[in-house]
């Protein structure tokens, strides 16, 4: 389809185990952000990339996430040494960088550490 | 900090009627506004924005409205649907949009037949 694609849908893992979630954006869409949603919470920002600036990492919650994309395309996101509050929904938008244009969010990947 | 807030965390309304979502910020740096609809076990989907120039915006059954002077805007839906039955977010961003979303945490909507 032509909207913004994550993977897996659903991932269970053991507390300490390592983690990596992909998003492949809408093509054309230059920038493209990580969210993450807690049970009950609204969505809160992760990370930012934009071209080949450098990324707006100010959301990652601690040195454990981390993000690449490469290009505009794929960017994965990693987490090293689960922890259960780290259990989240995932979220991935991408958008056209131009004023006034929405993000698009794909379905997100549902997160459980064990 | 919440920069976003709605204060709502439901609503139920009868299918027909006007349903007023509300949200509040905080942040003067904010300047596009969104409100995303969203589905369990889906991603939000884009609803409806409106620039910090305008003070309303419509599409069909939607119209939102800002009152930047009391950083304050609303979702107006009508006439209400079942199928109109979500949670809305509402979502505020710095310049024009290209920055982060920040998001409130949510209204669920009930449209009940």
């Known amino acids: 389809g032509a909207g913004v694609s994550q993977s897996p849908s659903n991932k269970v893992t053991e507390k300490g185990k390592d983690v990596e979630l992909r998003c492949d954006p809408i093509?054309?869409?230059?920038?493209l952000y990580w969210y993450r949603q807690r049970l009950g919470q609204g969505l809160e920002f992760l990370i930012y990339f934009q071209g080949n600036s450098a990324p707006d990492k100010s959301g990652l919650p601690s040195d454990r996430f981390s993000a690449e994309r490469t290009g505009e395309s794929v960017s994965t996101l990693t987490i090293q040494r689960t922890q259960q509050e780290d259990s989240a929904v995932y979220l991935c938008?991408?958008?056209?960088?131009?004023?006034?244009?929405?993000?698009?969010f794909g379905d997100g990947t549902r997160l459980s550490i064990l | 900090d919440q920069q976003v807030k709605q204060n709502s965390p439901s609503l139920s309304v009868q299918e027909g009627r006007i349903s007023i979502l509300n949200c509040d910020y905080t942040n003067s740096m904010f300047d596009y506004f969104l409100w995303y609809k969203k589905y369990p076990a889906e991603g939000p989907t884009f609803l409806i924005s409106?620039?910090?120039?305008?003070d309303k915006n419509e599409d069909g059954r939607f119209t939102v409205f800002l009152n930047k002077s009391a950083k304050h805007l609303s979702l107006h839906i009508v006439p209400s649907q079942p199928g109109d039955s979500a949670v809305y977010f509402c979502?505020?961003?710095?310049?024009?949009?290209?920055?982060?979303?920040?998001f409130g945490k949510g209204t669920k909507l009930t449209v009940n037949p």
């Open positions: 409106i620039s910090s120039i305008k």
């Open positions: 938008a991408s958008s056209l960088r131009q004023f006034n244009q929405p993000q698009h």
């Open positions: 093509s054309g869409h230059t920038a």
């Open positions: 979502a505020a961003s710095a310049q024009g949009g290209s920055e982060k979303l920040v």
